[in-house]
């Protein structure tokens, strides 16, 4: 899936009083995504969330563009990924989880600067920078020209990827990048992914996170696995 839908929403303030107290007794926990343009908006925001009781975690999308640097993302180098993270930890005391962007030279030195400066866990992979063209108008498919690719396509990297900051840092990483169906899940764990997210096959089929759960208790059943602990990191090189 090609997209350029960004992240546009009603923002923390509609959030608090019209969604949060809809959600706040559910039997579950409930992690928030947070994304600024500025340090100063990712402060502002994670004080606000540091406040709500039932809110034990927030991701940090440090893949968008920071407008103080010319639209560079703040994920894509190490010095402006430990600004913002330095400056949220100081004032976020909850779990915090950063997610990496894949479009970088070398994440694992990304994930070991955001490691350096507080972070408790990485997700990883956000999207990939695609683009798509119609070769009648020769014009851009997208009106952004260029979108985020996500789905089965980009799988061989995401776990390469967390196969690598596996093995560079020693915070849990949340692994995901066109998860599908449950052996996707668990070869992500035998990479290195203590948990995964499932993003674009949800489109396809709302049930997935269900199967791969019902599914991941017969793998373990088959190979007389004890605990789902046994598969992180597991791979044998």
Same mark, same amino acid.
């Given at each position: 899936?090609?997209?350029?839908?960004?992240?546009?929403?009603?923002?923390?303030?509609?959030?608090?009083?019209?969604?949060?107290?809809?959600?706040?007794?559910?039997?579950?926990?409930?992690?928030?995504?947070?994304?600024?343009?500025?340090?100063?908006?990712?402060?502002?925001?994670?004080?606000?969330?540091?406040?709500?009781?039932?809110?034990?975690?927030?991701?940090?999308?440090?893949?968008?563009?920071?407008?103080?640097? &010319? %639209?560079?993302?703040?994920?894509?180098?190490? #010095?402006? +990924?430990?600004?913002? /993270?330095?400056? $949220?930890?100081?004032?976020?005391?909850?779990?915090?989880?950063?997610?990496?962007?894949?479009?970088?030279?070398?994440?694992?030195?990304?994930?070991?600067?955001?490691?350096?400066?507080?972070?408790?866990?990485?997700?990883?992979?956000?999207?990939?920078?695609?683009?798509?063209?119609?070769?009648?108008?020769?014009?851009?498919?997208?009106?952004?020209?260029? &979108? %985020?690719?996500?789905?089965?396509?980009?799988? #061989?990297? +995401?776990?390469?990827? /967390?196969?690598? $900051?596996?093995?560079?840092?020693?915070?849990?990483?949340?692994?995901?990048?066109?998860?599908?169906?449950?052996?996707?899940?668990?070869?992500?764990?035998?990479?290195?992914?203590?948990?995964?997210?499932?993003?674009?096959?949800?489109?396809?089929?709302?049930?997935?996170?269900?199967?791969?759960?019902?599914?991941?208790?017969?793998?373990?059943?088959?190979?007389?696995?004890?605990?789902?602990?046994?598969?992180?990191?597991?791979?044998?090189?």
């Amino acid at each position: 899936m090609l997209n350029a839908v960004g992240l546009q929403n009603k923002g923390v303030d509609n959030f608090i009083s019209n969604i949060y107290p809809r959600i706040k007794d559910l039997d579950t926990h409930i992690v928030v995504n947070v994304n600024g343009s500025t340090i100063e908006e990712y402060v502002a925001l994670t004080e606000r969330l540091n406040e709500l009781d039932r809110i034990p975690a927030i991701e940090l999308n440090i893949s968008c563009p920071n407008v103080k640097e &010319g %639209g560079m993302a703040f994920g894509i180098s190490c #010095p402006s +990924a430990e600004a913002v /993270v330095r400056a $949220v930890r100081r004032v976020y005391s909850k779990t915090l989880i950063v997610k990496l962007s894949p479009n970088v030279t070398n994440i694992a030195e990304i994930a070991r600067a955001v490691e350096g400066q507080g972070a408790d866990s990485v997700s990883l992979i956000n999207t990939l920078l695609g683009m798509a063209v119609n070769a009648e108008t020769r014009k851009p498919v997208l009106s952004t020209i260029t &979108g %985020g690719l996500s789905g089965p396509a980009i799988k #061989p990297i +995401a776990l390469r990827m /967390v196969w690598q $900051v596996y093995n560079a840092v020693k915070i849990p990483i949340i692994g995901m990048g066109g998860i599908m169906n449950v052996n996707d899940a668990i070869e992500f764990m035998i990479a290195g992914a203590s948990a995964i997210q499932v993003g674009t096959a949800i489109f396809i089929d709302p049930t997935i996170p269900v199967q791969i759960v019902d599914g991941l208790s017969v793998y373990m059943e088959r190979h007389k696995i004890q605990s789902v602990n046994e598969l992180i990191g597991s791979l044998q090189c």
